[in-house]
């Protein structure tokens, strides 16, 4: 089966960093993505790897390592407007979406 | 976890013809789906709010006569785009609510449509 690991919930402190860390298996790869969703809102798109590899965005990193089908996403330098879930996913060889459930974090001052 | 479904995968059609998408809680109820559209590498725009029972919720500049939704059982809600052109093609996405926390939000896999 096609399926999408990454924690449940993770806590940090404001003005440190975070690693978010996202497993799959699934049928193909066709690219992963990753999301910011605040309570409420529509998920926000942060980043898209199809390549092995950091791809840097501000605060915001994403890593991809195809071969060992993991990737996380960095954030550094956090602020409590961060605290939000973040959602993993991948799109498979039919150009399917398979979702992460997210990892819910937590700012503390 | 929770899982949720979506039919067709892929759809293409003619322009001026309607294509209904379904979307299903597989292994729970859910009184209020949600109805998203997204663009490549674009975040996913929320289309509509569908709750079991009422009118569905839509978001400003979406067209209610042209997306009908229909949430018609606590495991099922269908979006019908009427008289598709090509600038409808995109990927539908919808997810649907556990409980009463909107960010326990289960994401369907998706809807592909070409509109030709």
């Known amino acids: 089966g096609q399926n999408i690991d990454q924690p449940t919930e993770m806590t940090a402190t404001e003005g440190a960093i975070v690693q978010i860390n996202c497993t799959y298996q699934?049928?193909?790869?066709?690219?992963l993505f990753w999301y910011q969703q605040h309570a409420g809102e529509a998920p926000t798109f942060l980043s898209y790897n199809v390549l092995d590899g950091l791809e840097e965005k501000g605060r915001f990193s994403s890593f991809l390592s195809r071969s060992k089908g993991y990737s996380y996403l960095l954030l550094k330098e956090l602020q409590m407007k961060d605290s939000a879930s973040y959602l993993c996913a991948v799109m498979d060889s039919n150009y399917q979406l398979i979702w992460g459930a997210g990892t819910k974090l937590i700012i503390k001052p | 976890g929770a899982v949720v479904s979506q039919h067709p995968s892929r759809v293409i059609c003619k322009s001026g013809t309607s294509v209904k998408i379904e979307c299903r809680s597989l292994?729970?109820?859910?009184?209020?789906m949600f109805w998203y559209r997204q663009f490549p590498k674009q975040s996913l725009m929320l289309m509509a709010t569908s709750n079991e029972g009422s009118k569905a919720t839509y978001e400003q500049g979406v067209e209610k006569d042209k997306f009908l939704i229909n949430h018609a059982s606590l495991t099922l809600s269908t979006l019908t785009v009427t008289s598709a052109h090509p600038e409808d093609s995109s990927f539908y996405i919808c997810?649907?609510?556990?409980?009463?926390?909107?960010?326990?939000?289960?994401f369907g896999p998706g809807t592909r449509l070409l509109v030709l």
């Open positions: 292994d729970f109820q859910a009184t209020t």
């Open positions: 699934t049928s193909g790869f066709n690219g």
């Open positions: 997810s649907a609510l556990q409980g009463d926390h909107r960010e326990t939000q289960y």
